[in-house]
């Protein structure tokens, strides 16, 4: 079982609706959670982390975490073409320690206009 | 200017070459790491340093060194280069607090195709 597991997509949304990313980790001792973005040949950009369980929102964006589960998701309203992208959770701590950063593989987002 | 600076942006070498990565921040972050990037596999962590004197393995460190010559500068080796370290690079630094929310901040990547 990976560590952090994606759906790598693609993901096809049209313009303006609810793109929904979700992403699974199997160590239950992780402590923050992190959600890139990453445009074809360019390095990831933080979009937002979390750390507490519940949703946490910052403008078109929501994470949302539920430890029991050990699931993290991403919500982006109002989809627009420009966030046509790859998205990567990255999950920190856990049995590997605090400094362990594990990433998933990534979803690729298209949104269509 | 960007905080993190990764040079070359892209090498072509042949196998069995030395290649040298550099990467420079200006963010004052005392952690920086070194990542590769393959199709199908995420990042996946070579290298990472919490300060000049603490330099750590990851989880794919063999057929690669680094050197953290300053609190701003770290870079990655490859002694003896191989067709299958061809890959994207990247850099990052975060910043010593040991919050939860120690959040890792990329460099553009260097694209290293070894023939």
């Known amino acids: 079982q990976k560590e952090v597991e994606q759906n790598s997509g693609p993901l096809s949304v049209p313009e303006g609706a609810i793109a929904s990313l979700n992403c699974t980790y199997s160590?239950?001792?992780?402590?923050?959670f992190f959600w890139y973005r990453q445009y074809s040949g360019k390095s990831p950009e933080l979009i937002m982390f979390?750390?507490?369980?519940g949703d946490k929102e910052d403008g078109r964006f929501t994470a949302q975490l539920n430890k029991a589960s050990q699931y993290v998701s991403l919500l982006i309203r109002d989809s627009q073409p420009s966030d046509s992208a790859t998205y990567l959770c990255?999950?920190?701590?856990?049995?590997?320690?605090?400094?362990?950063?594990?990433f998933g593989t990534g979803t690729k987002l298209q949104v269509i206009p | 200017d960007a905080d993190v600076t990764q040079t070359p942006r892209n090498r072509i070498t042949k196998t069995g070459k030395r290649i040298m990565l550099e990467c420079s921040q200006t963010?004052?972050?005392?952690?920086m790491y070194w990542y590769r990037q393959d199709p199908g596999l995420g990042l996946r962590l070579i290298y990472y340093s919490f300060d000049v004197k603490d330099i750590n393995k990851g989880e794919i460190s063999d057929g690669y060194s680094v050197s953290r010559q300053a609190q701003a500068k770290f870079s990655l080796s490859l002694e003896s280069a191989i067709p299958n370290q061809t890959a994207l690079y990247f850099c990052a630094t975060s910043d010593r607090g040991g919050s939860s929310t120690d959040t890792q901040y990329f460099g553009p990547g260097t694209r290293l195709t070894v023939l």
């Open positions: 990255a999950v920190r701590g856990g049995s590997g320690g605090y400094q362990k950063v594990t």
């Open positions: 963010k004052g972050h005392d952690r």
């Open positions: 979390i750390y507490s369980n």
């Open positions: 160590d239950r001792g992780s402590q923050s």
